[in-house]
């Protein structure tokens, strides 16, 4: 009798426990995600031993950049005794990749396949773990977590974009296996358009005499191929023709490409580039910055490399990358996700930037700590931390408040050359980079709100890197800038092009060459097709 009244009670428990989860979902979906935190953190604390409510928990936290307190929820010490652990070690798995926990992530994700060997999502998420670190020592075990995907995958897109995920992660560490890859592809969908373009790319023999622009040139008189496809399809074929010294046909394909890109993604405009410039400098004053940054952390170890697309970014980080003391990063993009939390987690109704006005040095004081423990976890110790990510350049003011001794690298290259060579690149969301009217307002923001931050902050506090400069005598270059960042030079960092690491960027390919400089005034062969859009003469002057 006794054990049944146990039994009754604990039914009572999780009756009572589903019911408070449901409630707090309902309170999520009116917006009011506060008080679903608050709630879970209750139910937490009177039901520690169930599992998904700590899952949850840790997924709410994270929302609200608590990442302490994610990760307490979520410890491994205890969740790994509770009853219903195997089930649930899948979504554990992806709390710790959200956290950025490789080794953790791994652990869990293993023994979630283990368990579920034709669970695509758990391999998928192996493999996303495999190649959280951008070392590339792992890529092969990530590219068997993407075979295995294929070969147990129930459609055809399935085994398709498992491949293209494998194509991409080989592509990204500039493996010369990767072109069988695409090569694949290209068998499994004979008309698709983005395969097509992966092979063009990794390729640099394929010219528009290549068997391969023969195939691509028929697949684009065929009525039926998608505008997805019709997009890539002539990115390639500009590519093509580019290497083949012909601008005139490479630039024609260049357009009908942006074209079709510019009817997938909302273009922005030049009023709102320009709206969003004039509100940062209206709420980025030096006096606002100064006030903060007292409460930011003060620890110099954070290395930003900003600028336009296209402007030598990749490159430089590249190279800095191969000193001693750093850990390069990548294109992270933790400031942008910050920015768009922000308003939530300091309980604003103003929208950023609006809300840095709420803005108190408590905030600042955990915002930075917090950010400052995830960087520490993922750069294994090392002294510096370099972070490329272009963006990056109209959020100085808030990255200086959070990390007021972070140093930044402004890279600057020929307008006319950054402009174009964004135009011609195949990237997926830069909608502005679709049209070279669109390009030039937003490089006359991006110069304006560099001379912003110039007026606010002190010499070397931003070290402009001309890509000319760069490429011409990279050995000086860098030399004076590692003095100026405080890095120790190491004369291996010219050899960056031997490195095995991964780069997830549209120069994945040209940062596996040594330094050369065919890209400057690359622009000049296409002058006479450029009058139409941009005042060529006016924008060199800017």
């Not at 108190?360 to 960087?375: D, G, P």
């Not at 890197?465 to 030079?489: S, T």
């Amino acid at each position: 009798m006794p054990s049944l009244s146990h039994a009754k009670r604990n039914k009572w428990r999780r009756r009572i426990a589903a019911t408070m989860l449901r409630i707090a979902f309902r309170s999520t979906k009116r917006g009011r995600c506060r008080q679903s935190l608050t709630i879970l953190r209750g139910l937490a604390v009177a039901f520690p031993n169930i599992l998904v409510i700590r899952i949850w928990l840790a997924r709410f936290e994270l929302l609200f950049n608590n990442e302490i307190e994610a990760m307490e929820a979520i410890r491994s010490d205890v969740v790994d005794k509770l009853d219903t652990f195997e089930r649930h070690c899948r979504r554990i798995g992806l709390l710790h990749l959200r956290l950025e926990d490789a080794g953790k992530a791994m652990s869990y994700l293993r023994l979630a396949v283990q368990l579920r060997p034709t669970s695509v999502a758990a391999w998928r998420a192996l493999a996303d773990a495999y190649l959280m670190e951008n070392d590339g020592k792992n890529v092969d075990e990530a590219i068997k977590c993407f075979r295995h995907i294929s070969s147990v995958a129930g459609t055809e897109h399935g085994r398709f974009h498992a491949l293209c995920r494998a194509a991409e992660a080989l592509s990204n560490a500039g493996r010369d296996d990767a072109e069988g890859v695409w090569q694949e592809l290209c068998e499994l969908d004979p008309q698709g358009g983005w395969q097509y373009f992966g092979l063009v790319d990794c390729n640099k023999s394929i010219n528009a005499s290549h068997p391969v622009a023969e195939k691509v040139r028929s697949i684009l008189q065929e009525p039926e191929v998608d505008d997805f496809s019709r997009k890539n399809l002539h990115f390639a074929m500009g590519l093509a023709y580019d290497r083949s010294d012909n601008p005139a046909a490479s630039f024609a394909h260049y357009q009908l490409a942006n074209s079709y890109r510019r009817a997938e993604h909302p273009l922005v405009t030049s009023d709102g580039l320009k709206a969003e410039v004039a509100a940062r400098c209206d709420v980025f004053t030096k006096e606002r910055i100064d006030d903060l940054s007292s409460a930011g952390c003060q620890d110099d170890f954070l290395i930003l490399i900003v600028g336009m697309p296209r402007s030598g970014t990749t490159l430089l980080h590249q190279i800095l990358g191969m000193c001693d003391g750093t850990y390069s990063a990548g294109e992270r993009t933790d400031f942008a996700e910050l920015r768009n939390m922000l308003p939530e987690i300091i309980n604003s109704k103003l929208r950023y930037p609006r809300c840095i006005s709420k803005l108190t040095a408590a905030h600042v004081r955990k915002l930075s700590l917090t950010l400052k423990s995830r960087l520490d976890r993922i750069s294994h110790g090392s002294r510096h931390m370099i972070i490329k990510t272009p963006d990056n350049c109209v959020e100085i003011g808030f990255i200086k408040i959070l990390f007021p001794n972070s140093r930044i690298i402004n890279c600057r290259r020929d307008v006319v050359d950054t402009c174009f060579s964004c135009f011609t690149q195949n990237f997926g969301s830069v909608s502005f980079a679709s049209d070279l009217v669109l390009l030039r307002a937003y490089c006359d923001s991006y110069l304006q709100i560099m001379r912003h931050w110039r007026s606010i902050f002190v010499e070397n506090s931003i070290v402009d890197v001309f890509y000319e400069q760069l490429v011409d005598d990279p050995e000086v270059v860098v030399r004076n800038l590692c003095i100026l960042m405080n890095v120790k030079f190491d004369v291996r960092c010219l050899d960056y092009y031997k490195s095995n690491r991964v780069v997830p960027t549209m120069s994945r390919w040209q940062v596996r060459q040594p330094v050369y400089k065919t890209s400057v005034k690359r622009s000049d062969r296409y002058r006479e097709f450029l009058g139409g859009f941009v005042d060529v003469e006016s924008i060199r002057d800017a």
